[in-house]
């Protein structure tokens, strides 16, 4: 069955999701009667492209390449018409939109607005972009219902490991009380290399930037800003909450010392930035902060850039899981995995 | 929508089911429009009792706790007729058999009988029985896609814990290139004690046995049986393959030593015992045995009876599900949790 993708930005998690629709079509085929064509492109530095009849996506991987922007997909000299982003949204005859902009987590823009343009026009959403979720889930999902559509967003928290598909099938029916997780790979890098190389912060920090986890500016990841989207998505999406960024106590990891770190390993407990909300009667409270956890805590062996979430639940007690938090391919999957999530429900349709 | 259900088998897990259902009536029917019907239930010990207007579970639980017969349903002047289990199946009215009568691993039976009964007479089976889904998983899968019915086996491995909805909605569209796991949570107690609180093995073991986790013939865990039976089903299930239990490497826990534990300690490892499954071309390799993990491996910190599971798949790498491996509010939660997925199903189809 073919399913009308367009993509709203194309870095690296576009990308990402691009390479495995391309490495893996006969599978998707085989496996899920699934036949995407990707019918709009739309990027703020590398152009656009709307093409009702599908766009190739070697030829485009070819363009891009080269370093050539997206309009230019016929050739040089047969420049197609650049289109806005909204007007692609509502132009295109996509049944699904790939929302993969930028994460502006202060304002959730230009997000929000693509987000409702296509549940407008009748498209259903996928995203792995923290502003919108965190800012406006309930409005959005609200929107989505009323249209009847999918607004889906697994990739938000710990990309492609699922989180909210294992809430949504595996959980089915239990009540998940508290939520506790190690949401950020950066901190979570940094905190595992000041225990098992003894680095200092500033050490561990500066290996973390070269390796490419942290950012020239790395303010969001170490003083818990990340982790704070990542809780209030979790917060509002699984436990009903409505918080807010500002509602979450924030304490980073700039403070802790590679002494700190020491000595809590020698006493037998490990030091992790930790995301946590639960219900506490009728309200929901969230913090993210340091926590010294004892070495049997599922959390304390998550090292290196791992990404780990426990649910604490009234039938099950506590399920954890474990696996990447970031990546090109891991959050590209997290997009195809909502695509396909989708495609069960419109092949059910059809 | 009221589903209506038969139990064949109510020790632990069908108590554990019937609790989870009279306790969660009221927020089943809200969140899932589900409204459960027992219509029949049929147990080796307890006696067997068909009601098409539904079983009062709370009449039921006095009934058992006071050790009378189920067919002393309405009292013991007004004995209902007693009904053989396979006679029963065909004659209930019901959508849903549970089957959660005890493990036989050499031969399935009586469980696969029944399963087959059911699938045979139009209802669809969920299980957390073992032996049918080690020994005759592809058959009973293809009578029930034949019949257009589920056959369902969450509570096979981990209990509750779920592996099978995991990979079905979580890891959809990525391919599990191997499987290997903590599955027996009695042996995993019993290395963990001989570590944490230098006991030999014999001193663990009947700890164990205090304790509830070890039967007082421990041979199908500590010889790796239970574990076996279980990697077979992953393989099977999971991996595709054909595999029986005679085809896994098989090797136990009681070679080991507190001596080998604790240098193992030393050399920064510990003891687990494994079980594992990968593809190998065209071929499944199955073992069970006990492995000395890095302590940075998700599997190493999984201590006491708790089980865990290492997805590996190509897109996202490493997928770690730590949880509960057995319990009877946690297995009785399986069997909810495959029956809501069967719910969902129902209700589009009506």
């Known amino acids: 069955m073919e399913v009308k993708i367009a993509l709203i930005g194309c870095g690296t998690v576009g990308r990402g999701l691009l390479e495995i629709l391309e490495d893996k079509r006969a599978q998707l085929k085989d496996a899920f009667d699934f036949e995407p064509k ?24 070819a363009l891009l390449d080269e370093g050539k922007r997206i309009e230019h997909y016929y050739g040089e000299g047969n420049t197609a ?12 005859d996509a049944e699904i939109i790939a929302e993969l902009t930028y994460t ?23 995203t792995s972009n ?19 559509l999918f607004f889906r967003i697994e990739g938000t928290v710990m990309s492609g490991t699922p989180v909210f ?7 089915t029916g239990a009540e998940v009380r508290e939520i506790m997780g190690i949401l950020n790979g950066t901190t979570n890098f940094i905190l595992s290399k000041m225990e098992t190389d003894g680095l200092d912060y500033a050490a561990a920090l500066k290996l973390a930037q070269e390796r490419g986890y942290a950012e020239a ?22 436990l009903g909450g409505a918080l807010k960024p500002e509602d979450v106590k924030r304490e980073g990891i700039t403070a802790l010392t590679r002494e700190m770190v020491t000595a809590a390993k020698e006493e037998g407990f490990r030091y992790k930035l930790i995301a946590q909300t639960r219900k506490a009667g009728a309200k929901i409270e969230a913090v993210v902060s340091p926590q010294k956890l004892p070495l049997t805590d599922p959390l304390a062996g998550v090292m290196g850039a791992q990404n780990a979430l426990t649910f604490d639940t009234d039938l099950l007690g506590k399920v954890t899981i474990q696996g990447a938090g970031a990546g090109k391919t891991e959050t590209g999957y997290s997009i195809l995995a909502d695509i396909l999530a989708i495609n069960r429900h419109l092949g059910k349709k059809r």
């Open 38 to 61: 990707i019918v709009a492109i739309s990027d703020l530095h590398k152009g656009s492209i709307l093409i009702p009849d599908g766009i190739k996506i070697k030829r485009l991987f």
């Open 81 to 92: 018409e650049l289109i806005n982003p909204l007007d692609m949204i509502e132009q295109c």
């Open 104 to 126: 502006d987590i202060k304002t959730g823009e230009p997000a929000t607005g693509y987000i409702k343009k296509a549940l407008r026009s009748g498209k259903h959403v996928v």
């Open 130 to 148: 923290k502003g919108p979720a965190a800012l406006h889930y309930k409005e959005l999902q609200s929107l989505a219902r009323k249209n009847n």
């Open 165 to 171: 598909s294992l809430f949504e099938c595996g959980l």
């Open 217 to 238: 500016d790395p303010t969001a990841d170490v003083e818990g800003y990340d982790a704070v989207a990542k809780v209030v998505i979790l917060s509002n999406v699984i």
